[in-house]
């Protein structure tokens, strides 16, 4: 889901029933990007199903729902979580999408709206897992030509957790997955479908360059990593030296209400800890003309629930603007 909003595609999903490969990361979901719901429904279809190689493979095909799709009928009652109880909103971003519930409601969706879904951010949360599956992919390359090629983002990732990151704190984290998870669930419990923001933060320039230094910073203040408790063993001042011959560092960040946020994609993280199906439909445009997405959320395996709202959102709002290369 991640990506789709920014980029104007109509329908990116995350689903349930796609196997994984060999060595993936647990906050990995695989999923196509599509113009259209009934475009990724196709795709879905190829690559889902059984596989007794797969952990999480489902025991038969998870998707096939193309007829619902060809008629999809309006979802009974949607839950509406602006914030997800966590997150600071871009106006632009929150009108749009509560232009596309409103329009939900005015055809007969019994809309209610949450104030909190996750009592704590998943930041710190995800920020372990995935730098510290980032580390595990990169560190065969380490001392070798090869390290010198990485993205400095990558390297810089996979060194805090080598620094920051203890066995404890990987199992603290995926408690944490756990704890959302069961938040999640008490919301879906009162409505099957939850929608939010897709992102928090409208689309930022490609290229927003940043030193290591404040970067180093950023990351410092977000809370995700505890500069505190540093391993003594790395040698954290080399690391630096050597990230600092990359020159700048290109971190594209999303603005909220016109100031750079670093987690503007946030508002996705949480559901990548849960493993819930998920998708993004285009819910309207900034003043400046870029896409703002709906995120579309259910239940565990609920996969083709979240296809057919997101095509009855689709077909109600009618956008009918897709991205062109």
């Known amino acids: 889901v991640v990506g789709c909003a920014w ?34 429904e196709c795709a879905l279809y190829s690559v889902c199903g059984a596989w007794d190689r797969g952990l999480r493979s489902w025991p038969a095909r998870c998707v096939g729902g193309s007829e619902a799709l060809v008629a999809p009928i309006a979802p009974t009652l949607v839950a509406w979580a602006p914030t997800l109880g966590f997150m600071n909103i871009d106006p632009e971003i929150r009108a749009a999408c509560e232009s596309a519930v409103k329009a939900l409601a005015n055809a007969g969706v019994e809309v209610i709206e949450i104030d909190t879904v996750f009592t704590t951010p998943p930041g710190e949360v995800i920020g372990a897992l995935v730098s510290s599956y980032t580390r595990r992919n990169i560190e065969p390359f380490r001392d070798t030509p090869l390290w010198d090629q990485l993205d400095p983002l990558v390297v810089i990732s996979a060194e805090m957790a080598r620094a920051t990151i203890s066995g404890l704190d990987l199992v603290a984290a995926e408690d944490g997955c756990h704890r ?23 689309t930022p320039n490609a290229y927003m360059p940043t030193t290591v230094d404040d970067l180093i910073m950023l990351l410092a203040g977000s809370g995700v990593y505890d500069m505190a408790d540093i391993d003594p063993s790395v040698d954290l001042n080399a690391i630096l030296d050597w990230l600092r011959t990359k020159g700048e560092i290109n971190l594209p960040m999303g603005t ?30 900034t003043r400046g003309g870029l896409p703002v997405g709906l995120q579309v959320v259910g239940r565990q395996h609920a996969d083709v629930e979240v296809l057919q709202t997101i095509a009855f959102i689709e077909d109600l709002l009618a956008i009918d603007r897709l991205a062109v290369l």
């Open 256 to 285: 909220v209400a016109g100031e750079p946020v670093l987690d503007w994609t946030g508002m996705t993280q949480a559901f990548n800890l849960t493993r819930s199906p998920a998708g993004t439909v285009n819910a309207g445009f």
């Open 7 to 40: 980029l104007g595609t109509a329908a990116g999903v995350r689903l349930s029933g796609v196997p994984s490969a060999p060595v993936v990361s647990e906050v990995a979901r695989l999923g196509p990007w599509a113009c259209t719901s009934r475009y990724a």
């Open 180 to 202: 959302l998870n069961w938040e999640l669930c008490d919301v879906l419990d009162q409505a099957p479908i939850l929608l939010c923001p897709t992102t928090s933060g409208i």
